[in-house]
């Protein structure tokens, strides 16, 4: 029980650790990606390559002096970031890493949890994650902080139910089961859900660029409309709070469509590589493996979040409210009746 308790511990504090430095790194490829685009050099002053620069950034942070306007409420001004940080982080929890490794005769898991209802828990969170904004926006006194947090909560309920019909789809496919390991194992022994459901992926990738807030989804900073929108009146850390929990969301994002459509940990002849490699099952070293590929995966993810960024001009507010409403939900409709008919003819479902 003990040794359970310390390597949940431990597994939690390696999440936690991977998360902030993925969130701290993503601002640094995302400038050199930008700059790439750009034929530009980017960042190259903070050490080798600018490689330094996310730390230099983050001190810059810290040391910032911390305003609280006069007139917010100070209580909910700092519960607002405080909160989208904690429900960004949060959703990692369910998210299975690698494959199940035995040490010194005990069996352990990549994943913090494995709940049967790890689809309901993901979106659970990710809805609660909007109360930050929201929280952050209200609180500030600021009409243009307001605006912004409206925004934000209107594009989140208009894009779930797009993103919600699309994984009912998903979890059809999947035999009806609700826990991510599961989801992520069936592709181990066929093929990836992408093949089943091209659609679901892509009404999916749209939501997810769309609760996230990147662009061309951004209408809540929108810096040309309403100055930085939900975060305007913040500075110091407690703005780098909401700007590292968009970067978390993105990379919990990448994992999840990474789990969902493509296997997360599974690869293309995995099991003749760990057999010629003399891996026999249970081997940590095919959990580490799983990592690396599950990783390589988010990183492709997340360069092409940030490729969306720097290729496409933003929406207009009701371009984006029409998307979601008129061109979205129908089109979820349509693959869920889709996905059954083909789940019956498969004889996945029995009428």
Known sequence: MVSFIIYKFIIC?????????????????????????????GPDRAGPFGLLQPLADGGKMFFKEEIIPNVSNRFLFILGPSLFMLTALMTGAVIPWGQDFIMHGKTYTAQITDINIGVL???????????????????????YAL?????????????EIAMGISVIALVITAGGTLSLREIVQQQDAGVANIVWQPLGFLIFFICALAETNRAPF?????????????????????LGLFLFAEYINMFISSAIMS?????????????ELYHALGFE??????????????????????????????????????????????????????NLALTVVVEYFRGHIHF
Request: proline content about 3%.
């Open 147 to 159: 605006l912004g947090a409206i925004r934000a909560s209107s594009q989140m309920i208009s894009y």
């Open 218 to 238: 951004d209408l809540p900073e929108c810096e040309s409309e309403l100055v930085g929108g939900y975060h305007t009146e913040y500075s110091s850390m407690k």
């Open 259 to 271: 789990a969902f459509y493509f296997g997360g940990f599974n690869f293309p002849f995995a099991q």
């Open 121 to 143: 828990y993901v979106f659970g969170v990710v809805s609660v994650g909007v109360y930050g904004i929201m929280i952050g926006g209200w609180a500030s006194n600021n009409k």
């Open 13 to 41: 504090v390696v999440i936690f650790g991977i998360s902030l430095g993925v969130a701290a790194y993503a601002t640094w490829w995302e400038r050199k990606f930008a700059s790439f685009l750009q034929d530009r050099v």
């Open 281 to 334: 099952a249970g081997s940590i070293w095919i959990s580490v493996i799983g990592f690396v590929v599950f990783f390589t995966k988010i990183c492709i993810f997340i360069s092409v979040f940030m490729w969306i960024r720097w290729t496409l001009p933003r929406f207009r507010y009701d371009q984006l409210m029409n998307l979601g409403w008129r061109i979205l939900i129908p089109l979820s409709l349509f």
